[in-house]
């Protein structure tokens, strides 16, 4: 789908209705584990890109972190303000104005599936600029290079962790979500 298409996706009803669709499912409850388990306790800062309708919002503030967010869609900034986020930037995460290493943790979840490899490569590459850790969701798969399944694009693991070697980083913890590759990753810097 790319970058461009899918700020478009999550607007009007889109972005109203995204959490309601979502929440209760399966993977949406292993990814608030996920999320839960590899969010360092000894941090103060936490960039969520994109925020979305900013659902990680009890488990930031029970936290008492700072949380940034920034979303390429302005109605799901509004889904996230209605909930309290007031640090909120409309803007795309493969170019932000934020200042380097800005936060202790960025937080992307649910993004580079709709990301081809160079758009990927671009947001890790930001991130990584902005953060000094990354947790990340993507799918992969071991044996075929970049390809569609079903709506969603899964990624080839061998380029992936070729892309966290080049930005300066290495995986620490994976949290697996199912069998399908898709996993969260939290990323350190070597």
């Known amino acids: 789908m790319g970058a461009t298409k899918v700020g478009k996706r999550y607007r009007g009803k889109g972005a109203e209705q995204y959490e309601a669709k979502r929440a209760g499912k399966s993977k949406w409850i292993l990814e608030d584990k996920g999320v839960t388990e590899l969010l360092p306790y000894n941090i103060d800062s936490v960039l969520d890109a994109p925020i979305g309708t900013g659902r990680f919002y009890h488990l930031y503030f029970e936290r008492g972190f700072a949380v940034a967010g920034?979303?390429?869609?302005?109605?799901?900034?509004?889904?996230?303000?209605?909930?309290?986020?007031?640090?909120?930037q409309l803007g795309d995460i493969r170019k932000m104005s934020f200042k380097n290493?800005?936060?202790?943790?960025?937080?992307?979840?649910?993004?580079?599936?709709?990301?081809?490899?160079?758009?990927?490569?671009?947001?890790?590459?930001?991130?990584?600029?902005?953060?000094?850790?990354?947790?990340?969701?993507?799918?992969?798969?071991?044996?075929?290079?970049?390809?569609?399944?079903?709506?969603?694009?899964?990624?080839?693991?061998?380029?992936?962790?070729?892309?966290?070697?080049?930005?300066?980083?290495?995986?620490?913890?994976?949290?697996?979500?199912?069998?399908?590759?898709?996993?969260?990753?939290?990323?350190v810097e070597k």
């Open 70 to 88: 920034i979303d390429t869609s302005p109605d799901m900034l509004k889904e996230a303000q209605k909930k309290g986020f007031t640090d909120l």
């Open 101 to 187: 290493k800005q936060f202790d943790v960025s937080v992307c979840i649910r993004l580079f599936a709709w990301f081809d490899p160079d758009e990927v490569l671009q947001a890790l590459k930001e991130l990584s600029r902005v953060s000094k850790i990354l947790i990340v969701n993507i799918r992969t798969n071991e044996e075929q290079s970049f390809c569609k399944s079903n709506s969603l694009w899964n990624h080839y693991r061998p380029d992936f962790m070729n892309w966290v070697d080049q930005i300066g980083y290495k995986v620490d913890v994976v949290f697996h979500i199912g069998n399908k590759g898709n996993d969260i990753y939290r990323l």
